[in-house]
């Protein structure tokens, strides 16, 4: 009932750190005006709201350290705005969903220390404002798509502890923003290049 009397020109909910569990209200997509809506470390659990379509102006989505499950949902292709969706230390499961690679404005993806399965799509070679690509610890498996090679604003590329196979392309060595690279406890092969520190002057960590 509190939802119901907000105004609808909200546009920050911030509502992290507040000890809050339980679960979401669907009354907040009532907010037609968010922007930023911060539920993070907390203690939300189940399912989040599926009416991400009646939010077409968020643009930051941060919902870490929380128990929420279930599938990355496909309303958030609405979300066009969207420039930070951060989700990691949940229980997110099933596979990364193509129609990311659709939120043109996205500049960080945190979605570490989850459960989601399958590859990595292509798709996500159009995200060419994406600086933080962070899904570690999940259960990613395949080989990296070369065309990742064109995300050149690229800063973080964080994949360890996944399932990941074959070598790292060569295109990665052109990603001259890079400042974090982590491919740690997968199963890559083949080597690195010899002149790869030249190709990637801003490299701070490099882990394998």
């Known amino acids: 009932s509190v939802m119901r009397s907000w105004s609808h020109r909200v546009v920050a909910l911030n509502l992290s750190e507040k000890a809050l569990e339980g679960t979401i209200s669907p009354y907040i997509s009532n907010l037609s005006f968010l922007q930023v809506l911060d539920?993070?470390?907390?203690?939300?659990?189940?399912?989040?709201?599926?009416h991400f379509s009646h939010?077409?102006?968020?643009?930051?989505?941060?919902?870490?350290?929380?128990?929420?499950?279930?599938?990355?949902?496909?309303?958030?292709?609405?979300?066009?705005?969207?420039?930070?969706?951060?989700?990691?230390?949940?229980?997110?499961?099933?596979?990364?969903p193509k129609f990311l690679g659709g939120l043109s404005e996205i500049k960080c993806f945190n979605i570490l220390?989850?459960?989601?399965?399958?590859?990595?799509?292509?798709?996500?070679a159009n995200l060419t404002k994406l600086e933080w690509f962070i899904f570690g610890q999940n259960q990613i498996q395949?080989?990296?798509?070369?065309?990742?090679?064109?995300?050149?604003?690229?800063?973080?590329?964080?994949?360890?502890?996944?399932?990941?196979?074959?070598t790292l392309?060569?295109?990665?060595?052109?990603?001259?923003?890079?400042?974090?690279?982590?491919?740690?406890?997968?199963?890559?092969?083949?080597?690195l290049p010899k002149d790869a520190g030249r190709f990637l002057p801003n490299l701070q960590r490099l882990y394998m």
Request: glycine content about 8%.
């Open 113 to 124: 220390r989850n459960r989601l399965t399958g590859t990595i799509p292509v798709a996500l």
């Open 142 to 166: 395949g080989n990296i798509p070369p065309e990742l090679g064109s995300l050149t604003h690229l800063m973080a590329f964080i994949m360890q502890m996944n399932n990941v196979t074959g």
């Open 169 to 191: 392309p060569e295109s990665l060595f052109n990603l001259s923003a890079l400042e974090d690279l982590s491919f740690m406890s997968n199963q890559l092969t083949g080597h």
């Open 55 to 96: 939010l077409p102006l968020l643009d930051n989505l941060s919902i870490r350290k929380n128990n929420f499950e279930g599938l990355i949902l496909q309303t958030l292709s609405h979300c066009q705005g969207l420039q930070i969706l951060s989700a990691h230390d949940n229980q997110f499961y099933g596979s990364i």
């Open 39 to 50: 539920l993070s470390k907390d203690s939300f659990h189940g399912h989040l709201f599926e």
